[in-house]
């Protein structure tokens, strides 16, 4: 099995990069990721404030920050984007904007960004690049916040889930998936509010040809496994139907 240096960014592929922080203490680790395409180089949800340094320095290893375009956020939380405020400040580029949903942007203000926001629902949940290349916006509401985005990448068939496909785990490798499901499950059954809410978000993905999926939390999905995961937590109990 091939071991990583997760001191440095790892690439997935040639033109997506992860650019998180292995935090060997902690059992929920962040999964900023880097996509370089062309004329654009996005950066999605890159992160809090205690991880601003690994994330950045991995950034810029990569590509100048003035190349970054766009900070696609897939929702509020300060794991997410709690960081923004100081990457912007070191973004030198016109074109930067910050990439979520509408409901999100009345919250995401509140960490003191200055960069415009383009906001998915107001531009038919796509972005096109310089390039051609189109990345695709789902709506996935309370999983797990209410103003949830996924983006879809049509050039590689590659799904950045946010907090959906996430695991909690101490025992953690960016490209070791959990085929038992039990660290995928903890964390599904204590963020999603009921199984109608999951099940809905599942049978939707099913209608895209997916190759991998990235989430903000746990490891790699990909192949066989991808359509596995979808099916397994279309039928899993989470949040209020374990109450009783």
């Not at 050039?155 to 025992?171: E, V, Y």
């Not at 499950?185 to 809905?200: E, G, M, R, T, Y």
């Not at 999905?221 to 359509?227: M, T």
Request: aromatic share 10%; hydrophobic share 40%.
């Amino acid at each position: 099995m091939a071991t990583y240096d997760y001191d440095n960014s790892v690439a997935i592929l040639s033109d997506i990069h992860w650019v998180g922080f292995y935090d060997k203490e902690a059992d929920l680790h962040c999964n900023p990721y880097l996509l370089i395409d062309d004329k654009d180089t996005i950066l999605f949800d890159p992160g809090s404030i205690p991880h601003f340094a690994n994330v950045f320095r991995k950034v810029i290893d990569l590509v100048k920050p003035d190349d970054i375009t766009n900070i696609i956020v897939s929702h509020q939380d300060p794991d997410v984007c709690g960081n923004i405020a100081v990457v912007e400040d070191l973004i030198d580029n016109d074109r930067l904007k910050i990439v979520t949903h509408s409901s999100a942007t009345r919250l995401i203000r509140h960490y003191g960004i200055k960069t415009p926001f383009y906001e998915v629902d107001e531009n038919g949940y796509k972005l096109a690049l310089s390039s051609g290349r189109v990345l695709e916006f789902i709506y996935i509401p309370y999983l797990h916040s209410p103003f949830a985005i996924a983006t879809y990448d049509t050039k590689t068939k590659t799904l950045f889930s946010g907090d959906l496909f996430g695991a909690i785990t101490k025992d953690w490798d960016l490209f070791t998936y959990d085929k038992s499901f039990t660290t995928i499950d903890a964390w599904h059954k204590f963020i999603v509010p009921n199984n109608q809410i999951l099940k809905s978000c599942m049978n939707q993905l099913k209608s895209l040809k997916i190759d991998r999926i990235l989430p903000q939390h746990g490891s790699v999905i990909q192949g066989e496994d991808v359509s596995k995961t979808i099916e397994h937590l279309e039928n899993l109990p989470c949040g209020a139907d374990l109450l009783k």
